[in-house]
């Protein structure tokens, strides 16, 4: 019998790694050796009152390591510790530990599984055909070779310079500002990051956000200030108060179609964050990748086309509207930080792939990015129309979700006691997923939250999908509330 | 009349940027006025005994901040502080000192030039043809969409299992060891340094050193420690005294035709230091970037491959043996630093280009690359040879300079007192240039070494270029030396 691992829930380690040295130790020491047999990861779960991903993570990273190795339909196996090599680095040690949440294993990649897990386009509407041409055009081009050698850390010129006149005609960029080009909006952010924010610098984001951005402000060691987004949008007063008293250096916004709730500012509100942050000293951060994409409703300037003082900083990509799998994106600023971000660019990757800069050139000033826009813009009507019909439709009363008008993202949140982590397993063993809700939390996580992206899926198959997921939370609560109403009610003494 | 501006030739600031804050503040306090004339950067840097390139850097740095404006032929003119927009930010403080060196001004892009200044491939070898093929094989491949789709950290996965394969095959991945996809081997440098590095961590790398690498470390805040690489190779007794004595963290070496040397570490110094960075518990990161650009003598074992402990981690890259401007590289390492570079990557950038990956897979699977290194390997030798003759024929004598067997770097040493950066606008204006030694060391910087990237220019082009630049040598040093001998003797007293 081995020893029952002393697990601290409320440890800033999370159960999976402390459960992952618990075997770690185990193993080292000899108590668990060479061809043991691990238990199952459901008997496990229900031995410590874990959740069965928990299990499954702590597997994985030892199976990641060598230590355990699976085998189908058999369980894990301990593998022994000579996978570590001899006079070996102790590399836990070196690395540390890294304080990225583990994310629960997604079946995206499984065509059977109705997905809501990804912000991602469809694939089934990509223009392939316009993508050859355009492709072909460049690499029939005059331009080839130079596009082949080495670059320059601010871009292609040709697309930098199409680009940059699109965001002066719009006025997203005014006089002394420059333009630079990143593999995406995600490097665009970070490293906007590396430019302006230090250790213990204080950053104001929205609460939930996208992990990608509050894990990179959180490993750059900045204070997070987490905003709340509830199903009404940004909580604009909160955020003015934080603005006047904290004075935060940064402020990360996604004006239109925030993920993952979806929400919108609206032009009052945009105006009055502007004036504030002004005041303030805070930098805008304003990360505009779905503000192209809006189904209803009336087109709202961004906050950097209503800053006359030079304040923000626009990120946008290429990847939400066409093809994510080529890594374009940009962003506006003033000049002095540009030029920062020039040489924080030529650090972390010299230039962006050129090649894919060109055919993106091309593709938009075809014409064939604005012809693909409104094809795009058509299917995410249905999309949206769908998604919001069969949340209202299916899922449990007492549920709320927010009405976005564009975007990708609606964002849940399900009557108490419901848990949505601990129901995903069931939904993807019922042929659906969706990414809870702590995943994108900076404080406090609310566990009957959760993401449902639509725009990777048809409309039937978003109806099916939530019908679906309406019927496991339906059952589920009533399950709960049948157990409850049986508990014993205790003595009065 | 102005004030003559307080420089500090000692300071950690550069003279350029002194210059800079000098006239800031002469703006900014009305001194200098809107339409007011700078004097010209010939006539300024006569006047404060400074280079000229100085004086050109911090009036580039005042125009691309509004401050003044070049007018071709008349000089640069104040354009006054109204550019800094009303309720503006104060980027300056903001931003903070970047610590970045600036690098003169390239003429590379002019065709006129015989240009020594970028170690890149010459785009006249591209096998134009075979790109597009395997373009076309991709494009019209049942992959397409996926490919256009968002992909995964790691990389596409079929290069990632063909390169992880093909290091297997070779030794160079052990059991335990995993690959990951980068942008480029800047990127996979960019994002060990991020898993592994952490403020006044002890970084040992080679001195003189590619800036793009020393940067890198500087920006994170690590105690360099510089070991000297002269005319015959790293020092590798030094090193060793260094991993006994300081225990590095980390060790970056270039163990095969490094940048900016063109030096090789013999097979008994890889086996030595690796016995010793083993023994100091030092992770050895070896930057492997030309490894595969031998052109004379005995191919050698990298690091890597004679590691049997993991304590390695390989980078290579297709930027250097095929098209730079396709950002591919990446990375072998033991599993646990893997896992943690793709939660780095995920950060950075989500994934590389997919596009790129997917056509380099089909040019190299379809042995399209290997017959393009052949190619390559013969001019590199044409080229290797006409490098190292030119040196021996027409550089002063005194001159000392490396002999790779491969790469595209040659170090050259001139004799004293010859500064390589007051030559380069001379060697510009007659039509050739180099990178000054200064950019790249670590430590102190040796004025009178250069650095010859030949790897772009036909054997023709190195020889004239190489020609050109023994004649301004030769000549500055007859004229240094009349103007000492022409000095008086003071009197004994």
Redesign the interface.
């Known amino acids: 019998m081995l020893p029952k691992p002393q697990l601290n829930p409320a440890s800033e380690v999370p159960l999976y790694h402390q459960l992952y040295r618990h075997f770690t130790e185990l193993i080292q020491s000899g108590s668990l050796a060479r061809g043991d047999r691990l238990p199952a990861t459901r008997e496990l779960a229900g031995l410590l009152g874990l959740n069965r991903t928990t299990v499954s993570a702590a597997y994985e990273l030892l199976e990641?390591?060598?230590l355990i190795s699976g085998q189908v339909g058999r369980g894990s196996f301990v593998t022994g510790v000579e996978?570590a090599?001899?006079?070996?680095?102790?590399?836990?040690a070196?690395?540390g530990w890294?304080g990225?949440q583990a994310v629960p294993a997604l079946a995206t990649s499984n065509q059977n599984i109705i997905s809501f897990a990804?912000s991602?386009p469809s694939?089934?509407l990509?223009p392939?055909a316009e993508?050859?041409a355009s492709?072909q055009e460049v690499?029939?081009g005059p331009d080839?070779?130079?596009?082949?050698?080495?670059?320059s850390p601010g871009g292609y010129e040709p697309l930098r310079q199409y680009l940059l006149e699109g965001a002066r005609r719009e006025g997203v960029a005014?006089?002394?500002d420059d333009l630079i080009i990143?593999?995406?909006c995600?490097?665009a952010l970070?490293i906007v990051r590396r430019?302006?924010v230090r250790t213990a610098d204080k950053v104001a984001l929205e609460d939930p956000v996208y992990p990608?951005l509050k894990?990179?402000f959180r490993?750059a060691g900045a204070d997070l200030i987490g905003i709340s987004v509830r199903a009404d949008g940004l909580d604009v007063e909160y955020l003015e108060r934080v603005l006047a008293k904290d004075r935060p250096?940064i402020l990360v916004l996604t004006s239109s179609f925030q993920n993952p709730t979806g929400s919108t500012l609206n032009l009052e509100a945009r105006e009055s964050i502007l004036r504030q942050a002004?005041k303030a000293?805070t930098?805008i951060i304003e990360n505009d990748i779905y503000g192209q994409l809006r189904y209803q409703g009336d087109a709202l300037p961004t906050i950097k086309q209503l800053d006359?003082?030079?304040?923000t900083i626009l990120l946008r990509s290429f990847?939400k509207i066409s093809?994510?799998?080529?890594?374009v994106g940009w962003a506006v600023a003033?000049?002095?930080?540009i030029?920062?971000m020039l040489?924080a660019k030529?650090?972390?990757?010299?230039?962006?792939?050129?090649?894919?800069q060109a055919?993106l050139l091309r593709f938009a000033a075809s014409g064939r990015l604005e012809a693909h826009r409104s094809h795009v813009l058509e299917a995410g009507a249905e999309q949206l129309k769908a998604v919001l019909a069969a949340c209202a439709d299916y899922l449990p009363q007492g549920t709320e979700f927010t009405r976005p008008e564009g975007g990708m993202n609606v964002w849940v949140r399900l009557p108490e006691p419901l848990d949505a982590l601990e129901l995903l397993t069931r939904a993807q063993r019922e042929g659906t997923e969706y990414l809870p809700g702590r995943y994108f939390a900076v404080r406090r996580p609310e566990l009957g939250t959760l993401r449902l992206s639509f725009a990777g899926l048809g409309p039937e198959e978003i109806r099916k999908g939530v019908m679906i997921l309406g019927q496991i939370f339906k059952s589920e609560l009533d399950r709960l509330r049948r157990s409850w109403s049986r508990e014993p009610t205790p003595a009065m003494v």
């Open positions: 990641s390591e060598g996978n090599r001899e006079g070996g680095l102790n590399w836990e070196i690395l890294s990225t990804m991602r694939e089934h990509f392939i993508f050859r492709c690499m029939s080839i070779a130079g596009i082949l050698q080495l670059g005014r006089p002394g990143t593999s995406g995600q490097q970070d430019v302006l990608g894990n990179l490993e250096k002004r000293g930098v006359d003082a030079g304040g990847s093809f994510p799998g080529l890594r003033p000049r002095a930080v030029a920062r040489e030529h650090l972390s990757d010299l230039h962006s792939d050129q090649f894919s055919v």
